[in-house]
């Protein structure tokens, strides 16, 4: 407040008490000089207390002007937006934060209709509004997109409260807050967008995704394994989940990646409730939020299959080897084994070419039944050569086999063979009953008395006989009476084409070979026993019949 504006209050107080005291006038001279002394002290005193209530009171006034001031830059210049409008939504005034808002002067705010300002979509959300606020008497809040002078728009929030009514307790007067939340909403569109993504990633992916605390608990986690729940999973840690052995060191990896920030790459093992095993390679990385670490993601993928593919090529691989090596061995045993009798067939059909003119009949026969008995042995070697070519390849039907019949029936077709060599076979009267594939057994008993006569006693005593095994199999065995066979010649009997006669003679190597092909096909397993000058067992087995 300025001196003029004093000046001009002061003769105005002044004027007003000169007419106040013309209204007391009281006669001078009715009293005393003491009287008048005192009456004058009096006024001196008075005077100057009303001197100093001026005083104060201009003081006042100056703070007030300043409060009012300083609050009208807090309400003009505030962060939020506040106007006052009328029953009929006039703006009666306006700070200058929403006339800024709304892209307007203060001035051409006043008097307008503030629902002007609400975008078309939004109306009824504000009609329902300032009703509610109207019925209920009570602060309303509300989000709405209001328009600029220039066209654009924004999203609002604004809160409503009655701040004046009339005698009959209506409200007549209200006062709004309007807070731009433009960028929220669009932060909660990125959110929600974000979040929908993530969802429709983790509901779509093949790999089981889980999120972790910095404890390495699971807060997250798109779908459990087999034997599990979502539900069980959440708030556990993740690592428990392994083989018991293998705990600590995931623990480990987990822990190591939430400290150098470093992703890592891992494999582990599941045992599912049935028994079953699953195999996961798991990729862990620091999850983050808002540039800061927040725990750990884990994408764990089940590489059951492939596992078991890279097994079973392996195994693959193996065999292939294992088949190699039996080639290799296979075109050095059978040029060797076919090189002897072809060339001696070879020499009679050519000497009987040459000199079959001054031959006699005996000598012509003589070189003739040579010729069958080398030729039949090349077609015996050959047979067995696609027996076991057949071994590899074919499945074969596997059915309870009548063991007696079986034997019976390899006794008739070595009985030639049996009485050149004098031989004394001892069989059971019964069998157990085996599943197989019959022909095939009848060439692992035909390989097992053929070797019996060969490398047996003088003359040979056989015996074939049979016990049940623990495990669900019948072991049968053919026992010799020969010298028996020692450990290093043990070692490459059932190996590749090896065979007695890298030790003693006889046999071109294909036998056991084609035996140990044939029961290991038929989930079966060979063996041999024996004491060196007694004897030996060659025995096999086969899955009982249950």
């Not at 209506?170 to 309007?178: D, S, Y």
């Not at 090529?313 to 045993?333: F, G, I, V, W």
């Not at 040579?370 to 076991?388: A, G, P, Q």
């Amino acid at each position: 407040m300025d001196n003029s504006s004093n000046q001009q209050v002061d003769s105005e107080l002044r004027k007003r008490a000169e007419e106040k005291l013309r209204e007391q006038q009281v006669e001078m001279g009715e009293l005393s000089s003491e009287d008048v002394g005192h009456l004058v002290h009096e006024l001196q005193v008075h005077q100057i207390q009303l001197e100093m209530q001026n005083e104060e009171l201009r003081r006042v006034q100056l703070e007030l002007q300043t409060t009012r001031d300083r609050f009208s830059d807090l309400y003009d210049f505030a962060p939020v937006g506040y106007l006052t409008t009328d029953s009929e939504d006039l703006i009666l005034e306006a700070n200058h934060t929403v006339a800024e808002m709304l892209g307007s002067e203060k001035n051409d705010l006043l008097s307008q209709q503030f629902s002007k300002f609400v975008f078309p979509g939004n109306q009824d959300t504000y009609y329902f509004h300032r009703r509610k606020l109207v019925e209920s008497g009570e602060a309303q809040r509300c989000e709405v997109r209001l328009v600029k002078a220039d066209g654009s728009s924004f999203y609002a929030q604004l809160e409503g409260c009655a701040t004046r009514r009339n005698a009959d307790g209506q409200i007549i007067q209200g006062r709004m807050a309007v807070l731009d939340i433009t960028e929220r909403k669009r932060a909660a569109r990125d959110l929600r967008e974000s979040e929908e993504r993530w969802r429709s990633l983790t509901e779509t992916s093949p790999d089981h995704i889980f999120t972790l605390d910095e404890e390495l608990n699971i807060q997250f986690v798109n779908r459990a394994s087999p034997g599990l729940t979502v539900d069980e999973l959440i708030d556990t840690p993740l690592y428990m989940y392994v083989a018991e052995e293998k705990q600590l060191e995931i623990k480990e990896i987990l822990e190591t990646v939430l400290r150098s920030g470093k992703p890592a790459i891992y494999e582990t093992e599941y045992k599912t409730p049935d028994g079953n095993t699953i195999y996961y390679e798991s990729r862990v990385a620091p999850r983050m939020l808002a540039g800061e670490s927040s725990g750990l993601t884990v994408s764990a993928r089940d590489i059951s299959e492939h596992k078991l593919a890279k097994e079973a090529l392996r195994q693959y691989a193996a065999e292939l080897e294992e088949r190699n090596e039996e080639l290799d061995a296979y075109a050095h045993t059978v040029a060797h084994d076919l090189k002897g009798p072809l060339s001696i067939a070879f020499g009679y059909a050519r000497s009987l070419a040459e000199d079959f003119r001054t031959m006699d009949e005996g000598t012509i026969r003589e070189g003739l039944q040579t010729i069958d008995e080398y030729t039949s042995k090349m077609n015996s070697i050959i047979n067995e050569l696609l027996l076991l070519a057949s071994i590899r390849k074919e499945e074969v039907p596997v059915v309870p086999l009548d063991m007696k019949r079986i034997v019976d029936e390899v006794q008739q077709q070595m009985a030639p063979l049996i009485e050149q060599y004098q031989a004394e076979i001892v069989v059971p009267d019964t069998w157990p009953v085996v599943v197989g594939y019959a022909p095939w057994i009848e060439e692992v008993w035909i390989n097992y008395i053929s070797n019996a006569l060969k490398y047996g006693g003088q003359p040979p005593r056989i015996e074939l006989g049979s016990s049940k095994e623990e495990g669900g199999a019948a072991r049968f065995w053919v026992r010799d009476n020969g010298q028996g066979v020692t450990a290093e010649e043990q070692s490459i009997l059932f190996k590749v084409f090896g065979h007695l006669d890298q030790v003693r003679v006889k046999g071109h190597g294909l036998g056991l070979s084609i035996v140990r092909r044939i029961v290991e096909k038929l989930g079966g397993q060979v063996g041999v026993e024996n004491v060196v000058g007694e004897g030996s067992v060659f025995s096999f087995t086969l899955p009982l019949d249950l």
